[in-house]
């Protein structure tokens, strides 16, 4: 029986873009349904009824929600292929904390640094360069976060690429300035297609938060 | 060898009881290390150098941070007994999401309850009673969120039954009138010897804020 597999979806969003990587690593033929923010569908408020978000993953009928919950279930039901997390429980403590390290600290800081402004934004920049150059140190000579290949860090993080374009512009700094080697790294991903296919373009992303900033 | 495995700890800490429980449930020896927050050690800054936080697990002398990443940790390395996530990959995705829920709500709902008052600590004790109502449906009829036996949401969740006489206290408010079901499965993981030795006395609890709160000038 072939699998039916759906992504609720928001083309700019980071968190949906991880999905996406996953599922072409793993060759998964899905469908993808775009979902507008300021009027979710009812697939939607049923399949995430507790957080009412994008992205959700539906299986068979089976929501998965919560991005890194996706990709680990992913990881572990299409497990022929591209493994992402690794198979030894230290190494596979390892990447789950630098992801949920990325979790803790981009979106917040690129947020402040779209939104705010002065100190505040001052502030964000400062943080958001401090938390790139800890994954810099973290990645080291390595090709990928996953070592040869990609691997569970490397989806985590490489759809915010997407948005340094936004918050370079947004801040008034560049992101290649501080951090060359993840900017190289970022760079070598794309070279990925599962990467090339998921990922929008920087421009994209930037006319999206244009358009938010208008409507505000 | 007891040696093997340190936990760094605080003893009033949610997240450390995690820890605790999951250990005593695989029944592993360690050596408990108890820190200052106000002066951390240096091997905790050694050990934890992004967030300095506890708690943290050394294995072997390898450092494994964030509570809910040491569960899965001590799962998977001592998968003999007791295990706590499901073998089932959509049924670990539902645990995970649950226990993730737990991390996202509870806590920071709880600290808002005890450190705020008015509004903003009224909307708190709302939110938080809903979350707790969500909970309640997760669990069902069940025994325990994993079914007949603790599993990870229950390993995730229970650590803050002792903090329920904290929100009361500064809230006013009862959690039982509202959320009998899940006062009942606390009550239930309590008689496991492995949750009741991991839970300090909730009295207890309560005297450590109410000292913090004279610290921190909150009335």
Same mark, same amino acid.
């Given at each position: ?18 999905? $996406? ?18 009027? $979710? ?8 009824? /507790? ?18 919950? /996706? ?146 | ?219």
């Amino acid at each position: 029986m072939e699998d039916e597999v759906v992504l609720l979806d928001l083309c700019p969003s980071a968190f949906a873009m991880r999905v $996406k990587i996953a599922l072409e690593e793993k060759g998964v033929k899905y469908e993808c349904k775009q979902e507008d923010l300021r009027n $979710k569908s009812p697939l939607l408020l049923e399949m995430n009824p /507790i957080h009412k978000k994008v992205p959700v993953l539906i299986h068979n009928g089976r929501p998965i929600s919560e991005s890194l919950i /996706i990709v680990q279930y992913i990881d572990e039901v299409w497990n022929h292929k591209s493994p992402l997390l690794p198979s030894d429980p230290y190494q596979r403590s390892q990447a789950l904390f630098w992801a949920d390290y990325i979790d803790k600290k981009i979106y917040d800081s690129g947020r402040r640094i779209i939104w705010m402004e002065k100190e505040e934004q001052e502030e964000a920049k400062e943080e958001l360069m401090q938390t790139l150059k800890t994954l810099e140190g973290e990645l080291g000579d390595k090709l990928y976060f996953g070592g040869e290949s990609m691997g569970y860090v490397d989806v985590a993080l490489v759809p915010y690429t997407s948005w340094f374009y936004t918050y370079e512009t947004c801040g008034n700094f560049s992101i290649e300035e501080g951090c060359p080697k993840l900017i190289t790294w970022a760079k070598r991903c794309k070279e990925n297609e599962s990467v090339s296919k998921a990922l929008i373009g920087p421009l994209e992303v930037y006319s999206f938060v244009l358009q938010l900033k208008k409507r505000l | 060898m007891a040696e093997e495995v340190v936990l760094l700890d605080f003893w009033p800490s949610p997240f450390g009881m995690r820890v605790r429980i999951a250990l005593a449930e695989k029944g592993i020896q360690y050596e408990y290390k108890e820190e200052d927050l106000r002066n951390k050690s240096d091997l905790l800054l050694k050990m934890n150098p992004i967030h300095k936080k506890i708690p943290v697990l050394i294995h072997k002398g390898k450092p494994v941070c964030e509570s809910l990443i040491q569960v899965q940790y001590i799962d998977e390395v001592w998968h003999g007994k007791s295990p706590l996530l499901p073998s089932d990959p959509y049924q670990r995705a539902n645990a995970r999401f649950w226990a993730d829920f737990v991390d996202k709500k509870i806590y920071d709902l709880g600290r808002k309850i005890w450190t705020t008052k008015g509004e903003e600590q009224a909307a708190a004790k709302k939110e938080f009673i809903e979350s707790l109502k969500l909970l309640e449906g997760e669990l069902g009829d069940k025994t325990y969120f994993g079914g007949d036996n603790l599993g990870y949401v229950d390993v995730v969740l229970v650590p803050f039954y002792n903090w329920f006489y904290v929100y009361e206290k500064c809230g006013n408010f009862t959690i039982e009138e509202e959320c009998p079901k899940l006062i009942a499965w606390a009550k239930r993981c309590l008689q496991k010897e492995s949750v009741a030795k991991s839970l300090p006395d909730e009295e207890k609890v309560y005297g450590f804020v109410l000292q913090l709160k004279k610290a921190f000038g909150i009335e």
